[in-house]
């Protein structure tokens, strides 16, 4: 037999394309017996592979493995885990379930109904079952990981069975689950259907050519870059308008954009200054080279500070007033010192300048950022809107600027590009049907999906009622999109706009006392079939949102609180609760 033909590292392709190209390349050498089993075969075994997602991160992950699982011979079922016929479980054999964490250690809102019935005292015995539960989170936050040990432990009291053990990811995930995911193969033992060609090179023939994404992001021309708000207003938020031209990349309503940003060039020359490094010193990044300018522009977080700069920062002993928050319980101290800080102040602790070899491991690398994209692709085709805050703050003597929103708002030039990528919804989408109604919450940037929304609306001529609660600061400066708002209550589109501009009188006014004010109006809205929708502030807006939401139902829908709750659980196993919250 000839040797498999493969693509040299000097071949001008990304890794993505170059394992792409190897893998149909070797999957068109290898003979016929050798052929990836398919899914559903005779002979394919079944795997279950859940997630609880509130980004698409893990649902991205769930598709992968099972995307894996299929050549090694499984037929894989991918569900969110509130999708999930939860009758069944018991019945289950083999199942996988990767989540992210929210909120204070929470499962997704996609995961809520499924965690709910899982820790009833109803919830069967699931001996038959045999799982693996990979969590994805964020060291930056205290619960880290925290959904996933729940339903680790969970899952282990109710006697099913751990195939390997729980897997935690932070922000920086792909290694980690990488890791996680060969390690579940190497215990499934499943590499028996595996081609020999690509058993060999370590690849499966991937089943489509590449496109731009997450690893492949797209280089985009920023198109427009505009000023939403007006003098005197205390935000900078901006539209921005990007071209997807020639990237066969396609979006709907919905779903995000990811911007890969580039660090501020003024804040890694004040890096390499503190480490007495000039910027030219070589350094492999993923067994690329390149300067140390390079990576800490473009591949390092040089804003958070990881746990582990912390520690070796803090274990050094010097009097820097950080060994004695390093004990587990000053958790909640040592979390207050980070806050406002970043590796900058960190290094600038140290007695002497930290060697620039033993910084790289102390980082992470830097993250792409997700942004509600706030334009139709039915109105505006081969572009994408984005609208955004820029974060800037003055912290511990210095001025700080948020990496990914500072990046599109000062420093994508005329002859630069941004790199970006679709990540697809897990399902915040406006109802299938033109005909329902639609219920939106929006205060601040949290408009952007809604814009979007009505865009898609207007373009197909859905006749369904459209309810817009939008909030800001001051009407006079904050009121983003107010033309187009205005248009749209004129043309009809806009059944209701109800405002809330919290800083335009003595007392706070928020989206949800607009909401409680129009109480029986909203009830019968729901009682309409309407679908409801909350986008903006995770931490305080869509709790508060969420419990005006269950008084409503209460006072308006003459329900008992356990009752009001029953009703939001089906609202959102209906779909008809959907939020898109950061
Ligand atoms: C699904 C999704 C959709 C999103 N959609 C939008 C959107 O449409 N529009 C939008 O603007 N954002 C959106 N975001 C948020 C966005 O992804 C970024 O988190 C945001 O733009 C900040 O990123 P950055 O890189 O500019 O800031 P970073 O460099 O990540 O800095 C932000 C961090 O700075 C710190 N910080 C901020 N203010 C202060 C302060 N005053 N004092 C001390 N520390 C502070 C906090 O730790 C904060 O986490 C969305 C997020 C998600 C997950
Ligand atoms: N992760 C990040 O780095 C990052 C970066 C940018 C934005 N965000 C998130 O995105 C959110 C949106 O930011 P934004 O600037 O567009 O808007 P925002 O800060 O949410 O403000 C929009 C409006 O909501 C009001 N508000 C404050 N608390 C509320 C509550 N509990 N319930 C309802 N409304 C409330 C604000 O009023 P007052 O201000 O007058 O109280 C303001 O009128 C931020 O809150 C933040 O959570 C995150």
């Known amino acids: 037999m000839n040797p498999v033909p493969f693509i040299p590292e000097t071949a001008p392709f990304t890794p993505e394309q170059r394992a792409w190209l190897n893998g149909f390349l070797a999957g068109l050498h290898s003979s016929a017996p050798a052929e990836p089993a398919p899914a559903g075969s005779k002979n394919a075994e079944p795997l279950l592979i859940l997630f609880g997602s509130q980004t698409g991160t893990a ?52 995961a809520v109904n499924f ?68 390690g579940l193969w190497e215990k499934l033992g499943a590499t028996t259907h595996l081609s020999t060609a690509a058993a060999g090179t370590g690849q499966l023939a991937p089943d489509k050519p590449p496109g731009f994404n997450k690893e492949n992001p797209f280089p985009a021309r920023l198109l427009k870059n505009i000023l939403l708000n007006q003098p005197g207003s205390s935000k900078e938020v901006r539209h921005y308008e990007i071209s997807l031209a020639g990237s066969g990349l396609t979006y709907e309503a919905g779903d995000a954009l990811g911007v890969v940003p580039v660090n501020c060039p003024e804040l890694v020359d004040d890096l390499l200054a503190a480490l007495k490094c000039k910027g030219d010193e070589p350094v492999k990044i993923d067994g690329t080279a390149m300067s140390l300018r390079e990576a800490f522009t473009r591949h390092f977080d040089i804003t958070r500070p990881t746990q582990d700069l912390i520690t070796v920062a803090g274990e050094r002993g010097f009097a820097n007033g950080l060994s004695p928050l390093l004990a587990p319980d000053r958790r909640d101290d040592l979390k207050r010192w980070i806050f406002g800080r970043d590796v900058l102040d960190v290094i600038g602790l140290l007695p002497a300048p930290m060697p620039f070899t033993e910084l790289q491991p102390l980082l992470r690398k830097l993250s792409p950022r997700l942004y509600s994209i706030s334009s139709s692709p039915k109105a505006h085709p081969g572009e994408v809107h984005l609208t955004v805050s820029a974060v800037r703050y003055e912290s511990h003597g210095r001025p700080r600027k948020g990496v990914a929103s500072t990046f599109l708002a000062d420093r994508v030039g005329d002859a630069e590009f941004v790199n970006v990528f679709v990540q697809a919804s897990h399902g915040f989408r406006p109802p299938t049907s033109g005909d329902s ?142 939020r898109d919250v950061y």
């Not at 969970?154 to 890791?179: H, I, M, P, Q, T």
């Open 115 to 182: 965690w709910n019935w899982l820790n009833a005292e109803s919830a069967p015995r699931l001996e038959n079952l045999q799982f693996a539960v990979l969590g994805l989170g964020d060291k930056n936050y205290s619960d880290f990981c925290g959904a996933s040990k729940k339903f680790d432990a969970r899952l282990e009291a109710l006697g099913a069975k751990r195939l390997v053990s729980r897997g935690e990811c932070d922000a920086d995930y792909e290694a980690a689950a990488k890791n996680w995911i060969d």
């Open 59 to 110: 649902e991205g992950l769930a598709k992968k493995v099972a995307k894996e699982s299929q050549p090694r011979g499984f037929a894989p079922k991918v569900l969110a885990l509130n999708d999930f016929e939860t009758a069944n479980l018991a019945a289950a054999a083999k199942t996988v379930i990767i989540s992210s964490t929210w909120g204070d250690g929470e499962p997704p809102d996609n």
């Open 437 to 578: 109604p639609m219920i939106m919450v929006g205060p601040g940037t949290g408009i952007a999906p809604f814009r979007a929304f009505l865009e898609d609306r207007a373009a197909t001529g859905a006749k369904g009622r459209n309810w817009l609660f939008f909030g800001d600061q001051k009407r006079s400066a904050d009121f983003l999109y107010a033309e187009q708002l205005g248009c749209w209550q004129k043309s009809g589109l806009l059944t209701r706009l109800d405002l809330a501009f919290s800083r335009d009188q003595p007392e706070k006014v928020y989206v949800q006392d607009r909401m409680l004010e129009n109480a029986t109006e909203f009830w019968s809205w729901l009682e309409d079939g309407a679908y409801f929708y909350v986008c903006g502030d995770a931490s305080r807006m869509a709790k508060d949102v969420d419990a005006a939401l269950h008084k409503i139902i209460e006072t308006a829908g003459g329900k008992s609180p356990d009752e009001a709750k029953a009703y939001v659980a089906k609202l959102k196993s209906d779909k008809r609760y959907q």
